[in-house]
């Protein structure tokens, strides 16, 4: 669905995306990373706002700048809020058909086609300013889907939701994704993984690391991994975990050891037990983060050259 080749996106001399490439398949895909790490730059490129400084991006087979072809196959809904607060969701979704070009019946038709889809039918014509923001954000996706895309893309759809809105936008976008492609960006990882989308990890403008939850949980298994353990004697337990096997560092601060290893379970399993019968006052022990925040916390620390 999408082919991307040494991409890079200059904006004079800030670097926005940086000689990423990337094959996505036709389904649904996370773009994580954190503000600032190049996720609209790479959807800007994807959806023909942008053109590349360097490399290509092909969409269903063709550039997607300036391709009418290609953008009539693709609903996007930016991360900004609706500017106009006085439209109606029904007047804004209408106007967004129209630009796809549908005349004014069929145009109006999709959009409560659309607005009843995304649960906003009955609130279509009131104003926008009088809308909460997941009513907006509801309005919002209306408009991405009101054309029928081939490939929906999103920019931080659930940013600013109450936890009962974002439930039900993530329920929204999961029935999409069922039938139709879609790219999310997003820092929220738990949203991500609940539409059991594949992940691709931006930082810095790079793409970091990109394939299923499990592949990825398995790239940053073979990578070292931190163990804490809080107690009374730190240097002795340092001592004890030195001599486990896939231990590669080990550091102290105030009363916690740090334990870098390959093998995290074998440091909980071995030392600590020791250090239990020696009587070295263990009070915590926080095993490492192989959950996919945690996974995402990692490569943040890795990409910025230090171990997480």
């Not at 990373?33 to 969409?59: D, E, H, I």
């Not at 759809?157 to 936890?163: A, K, S, T, W």
């Not at 992940?199 to 298994?221: K, P, Q, W, Y």
């Not at 490492?288 to 890795?302: C, K, M, N, P, Y």
Request: aromatic share 4%; proline share 5%; charged share 25%.
């Amino acid at each position: 669905m999408i082919e991307i080749r040494q991409l890079t996106k200059l904006y004079g001399a800030v670097i926005g995306v940086n000689d990423v490439s990337v094959d996505l398949a036709a389904g649904a895909h996370g773009l994580l990373g954190p503000n600032g790490a190049g996720k609209t730059t790479f959807l800007g490129l994807v959806t023909g706002q942008l053109r590349p400084t360097m490399g290509s991006v092909l969409v269903f087979g063709e550039r997607p700048f300036g391709n009418r072809r290609v953008l009539r196959r693709i609903g996007y809904c930016p991360a900004a809020d609706l500017g106009d607060r006085s439209v109606t969701p029904r007047e804004w979704v209408t106007y967004l058909a129209r630009l796809s070009g549908f005349g004014p019946g069929v145009a109006a038709a999709r959009a409560d086609d659309a607005l009843a889809r995304v649960g906003l039918f009955d609130a279509a014509r009131r104003p926008c300013g009088s809308l909460s923001k997941g009513m907006r954000q509801r309005a919002k996706l209306a408009g991405a889907i009101a054309h029928d895309p081939d490939l929906l893309v999103l920019d931080e759809p659930f940013v600013g939701l109450d936890p009962v809105a974002r439930h039900e936008l993530v329920e929204l976008v999961r029935a999409w994704s069922r039938s139709k492609s879609l790219v999310v960006a997003s820092h929220l990882l738990h949203e991500v993984e609940a539409l059991d989308a594949g992940l691709a990890v931006i930082l810095g403008g790079r793409l970091v690391a990109s394939g299923t939850a499990d592949e990825i949980r398995r790239l940053v298994d073979s990578l070292p991994a931190e163990v804490r353990v809080r107690c009374g004697a730190p240097r002795r337990f340092a001592e004890l975990a030195c001599g486990v096997a896939g231990v590669e560092a080990v550091r102290i601060e105030g009363d916690v050891v740090i334990v870098a290893t390959r093998l995290p379970g074998a440091v909980i399993e071995e030392a600590v037990p020791r250090a239990v019968d020696e009587r070295l006052g263990v009070s915590e022990v926080i095993p490492a983060d192989r959950s996919l925040e945690g996974i995402f916390g990692q490569l943040v620390h890795l990409q910025r050259g230090v171990r997480a």
